[in-house]
């Protein structure tokens, strides 16, 4: 059974750029999240995706956007970079939206934006 | 809004010196509560799901148990490979799975 699976795992950004992270789910899972988690914090929730639409919406501003393909993989961009977007870009995966689902999470994206 | 506070932020142990970790949250319906483990540089790994209050399940060393207001993630004679981060997260009710982390609690066990 494969996990979920990040990319890339690591990169560098300047203010002002835009950047696209990349998950792919993890096998029989058809919903991602994307959470952002800031170094000594607990992961904070940006979004969901279910069958290509967004399913629900934490804190986070428009440029903040994602995508959901029919295999069930997601991307998340962000736009215009701030010092304060350098974090853990965390995607985890479940078997459907819901009940009490386990999240599967991935080991992420390190991103950091000079 | 939903709201999880655990403490202490930091716990260093003896190896085999057992001790608990403390979870407090607010939600306004409860649809489960999660432990996570989160090694360094990696994402959080799942331990337990608690439904509800006067549930506890068990795993080798760690043993969880929720009530109406906390929950407990009981440590016992732990290893120096159980040296994490441990995340603790609600789910409320429909809100789809979204999950509201704590800030966790980084344990290390020395020999």
């Known amino acids: 059974e494969t996990g979920v699976t990040q990319s890339p795992t690591h990169l560098i950004k300047t203010r002002g750029q835009q950047v696209t992270l990349r998950c792919s789910s993890q096998?029989?899972?058809?919903?991602v999240s994307w959470y952002q988690q800031a170094l000594g914090q607990g992961p904070q929730f940006i979004f969901q995706?279910?069958?290509?639409?967004?399913?629900g919406r934490g804190n986070f501003p428009p440029r903040f956007s994602g995508l959901q393909f029919p295999n069930y993989s997601s991307e998340l961009n962000v736009n215009a970079l701030e010092l304060d977007d350098s974090a853990l870009y965390l995607c985890?995966?479940?078997?459907?939206?819901?009940?009490?689902?386990?999240?599967?999470f991935g080991a992420g994206s390190r991103l950091t934006v000079l | 809004e939903d709201q999880v506070t655990q403490s202490p932020e930091a716990l260093r142990l003896q190896e085999g010196e057992s001790s608990s970790l403390n979870c407090s949250y607010t939600v306004s319906g409860l649809r489960g509560l999660f432990w996570y483990r989160q090694d360094p540089g990696k994402g959080p790994e799942f331990l337990f799901t608690l439904y509800s209050a006067g549930e506890e399940k068990e795993k080798e060393r760690l043993k969880a148990t929720l009530t109406k207001k906390e929950s407990f993630l009981h440590i016992t004679a732990p290893k120096p490979e159980d040296s994490a981060t441990y995340l603790c997260a609600v789910q409320e009710a429909g809100t789809a799975s979204k999950l509201t982390f704590g800030t966790g609690t980084r344990l290390q066990v020395t020999l």
């Open positions: 985890a995966s479940s078997p459907g939206t819901g009940g009490a689902n386990v999240l599967t």
């Open positions: 096998s029989g899972h058809n919903t």
């Open positions: 995706y279910y069958r290509e639409e967004e399913n």
